[in-house]
């Protein structure tokens, strides 16, 4: 049996890794699991990528929460990602707090955390650092690159960076940049955890973390992941456990203690530091700003064919922004099928039940 | 020359003020401008209500920030309400910082701060505490009451509570109700200013504010005054003062730099208690509800004529609410116009520079 494979691996590979940004680390360390086998020409390979708060528990149980993987609705067993047909990975990103090199981790140069002294990370290094793992697996070509949100942003990365590697793209609910209102929310995130005093310029220790700045974070974000329609429908203005309101500041209103709920159940799998870091790269992210802002010159080199779905509902990542992409992918001559599902679930509903999504995924995978 | 009338009023005016959650303040201080010249029947004020953050200096210089009042564009000479006509009263709300009886008022009963201490109060409380001031000024019925946002809420208000008192009402950017994405957006600045330790329980002295939890609560609320279109249109991905990105956490882009300094400047003029009270009313607003959820039985006794206006691009209080307070005023028999305006500027679209929007209100007033 090839240890290389399975359930919370962890590998870390020596040498420079340089980034975008022009830092370098000295080593890199990924987490990651794989299901499925590889078979023996290696061209089943399936790299699903994360979003902003995801991890590589993609289909297992979750080490902290005791839940299930995050994208158990599209990979599993008879599910279109299935590992009885695929050799599904899905690796912790660059910067992360789940095992893979972030500012967490021990600088090998000092034996001190990197807190803030972790150099700032592109969406490209995170790819960057993908790559270096399949080396290590032996993989040269992925039969495809699967993403939602963030992972979407990865995904489209791959088929830009390393056109030879991938030859099936499909990025969900996802932009080839974020916008103005995107950056905005992400900066008001950052300053909720830099205005708790705990975070202490990043140099916090594991059991006194900035918890009350990200959980502010996090709500303010779980906002932007769920649509008006969407938490009218699910909350309105039902109020928890009472008849009336308190005429006070508990949380009266069903849609407060859901959201401090997450507030604070964030807190307890997430580093704020690493919060920092990658919503940064996501704030960077702009896959046509190598090329005057035109993103079909971006993508003049990709080699994979595509998949883009968005939902009509999502906020965040509006069909706008996919269609953008399916504009620029016809324009540099790349085969490219995109679809607007209906949903009242927002920007989440990638990670929701959503058999359509599964129908498309499964199509297009199998086509 | 009477007292009463002209810039920077206050007044206290003595005995009970009972509030809708039972609660009792012991005096009622309000701080008001009037602008013009009241009539001998009294029959030309017009009452401008301000918004979650406004005050009192509605069409003269803020005494803290130097700037113009925050409603010239349309209160002023050769404005749709011109003191040259109009006799135009402005006070600050019920819960403000700016005067009236606030969290940050002495309690006469033990001469120290309310701070927390402050019973929580409604919107109709506040239109209740206006009501007292036209009493003190011996108004009995107003031309019009006039209000965006917060504003626009009171306005309605002010048509069902004091049906005899309001002739015409003109309700701008607004709703009839806090919605569940309302209601999280407030909660998230709620919860940033408690998270600040300087916050206290409410009890910082008046040097030490909880700066950077309302910083934090303001930049949120100010990502949900503008439309995503119109951040694209001012800001998009420019960066602020620099060629290429820092690869680090300083403003680089222009929306970053905005949102700060909207949010520095916002605590050297704003108390953070009274942001928790004036959200809260605003969260607890709900005109149906002590009709089942029915809003044309709220509008039933209504004597008042209504004009409602909102913005194409408003998402905070979107189209949608005004329509449904249209539907529900046509329900009731109450004379309505309403007419929705193309602005890619969003909820703040009300505060700028609106001709079309100047027009509706100077024709609906001179009708």
């Known amino acids: 049996m090839d240890t290389r494979f399975g359930l919370d691996r962890r590998v870390t590979l020596a040498g420079d890794f340089a980034l975008a940004g022009g830092g370098v680390l000295p080593e890199l360390t990924i987490a990651y699991e794989t299901y499925g086998t590889l078979n023996a020409n290696r061209s089943n390979a399936i790299l699903v990528c994360h979003a902003l708060t ?12 005791g839940k299930p993987g995050w994208w158990t609705r599209l990979v599993g067993p008879g599910k279109p990602v299935d590992p009885e047909h695929w050799f599904v990975i899905c690796a912790n990103v660059l910067g992360g707090c789940m095992g893979s090199t972030g500012p967490s981790s021990i600088d090998p140069r000092d034996g001190r955390a990197f807190a803030m002294r972790f150099p700032v990370i592109t969406l490209s290094d995170m790819v ?10 032996g993989i040269d070509c992925l039969a495809a690159v699967i993403g939602g949100s963030m992972g979407g942003m990865q995904a489209l990365t791959w088929a830009v960076n390393h056109p030879a590697r991938v030859k099936k793209v499909v990025a ?5 940049r974020h916008s ?12 909720a955890i830099m205005a708790d005093p705990n975070w202490a310029g990043g140099t916090y220790a594991p059991g006194k973390p900035p918890a009350a700045g990200l959980a502010v974070a996090r709500m303010a974000a779980h906002i932007t992941y769920l649509s ?5 429908e699910k909350f309105g203005r039902r109020l928890q456990n009472r ?12 849609v407060e203690s859901y959201l401090r709920h997450q507030g604070l159940s964030f807190v307890e799998r997430f580093d704020a530091n690493s919060y920092l870091y990658i919503t940064r790269a996501m704030d960077y992210f702009d896959l046509a700003e190598a090329h005057d802002g035109n993103l079909a010159r971006a993508f003049a080199g990709v080699q994979a064919r595509f998949c883009l779905v968005s939902f009509t509902s999502d906020w965040l990542y509006p069909t706008a922004e ?13 085969p490219v099928s995109f679809v607007e599902l209906e949903s009242p679930f927002g920007h ?18 199998t086509a």
Request: proline share 2%; aromatic share 8%; net charge negative.
């Open 172 to 176: 969900i609910a996802t932009a080839a």
């Open 128 to 137: 960057a650092a993908q790559a270096r793992l399949l080396d290590h697996l």
């Open 243 to 254: 008849d009336t309101v308190s005429f006070g500041f508990d949380a009266d209103f069903q």
């Open 348 to 365: 989440d509903a990638f990670l929701l039940d959503a058999p359509e999504m599964n129908r498309v995924v499964n199509g297009f995978l």
């Open 54 to 65: 995801g991890d590589q528990y993609l289909a297992s149980t979750h080490p902290i929460t």
């Open 322 to 334: 996919s269609r953008r992409i399916v504009r620029a992918l016809n324009a540099a001559g790349a």
């Open 180 to 191: 103005a209102q995107n950056i905005a929310f992400h900066e008001v995130g950052r300053q």
């Open 228 to 232: 008006e329609e969407g938490l009218t």
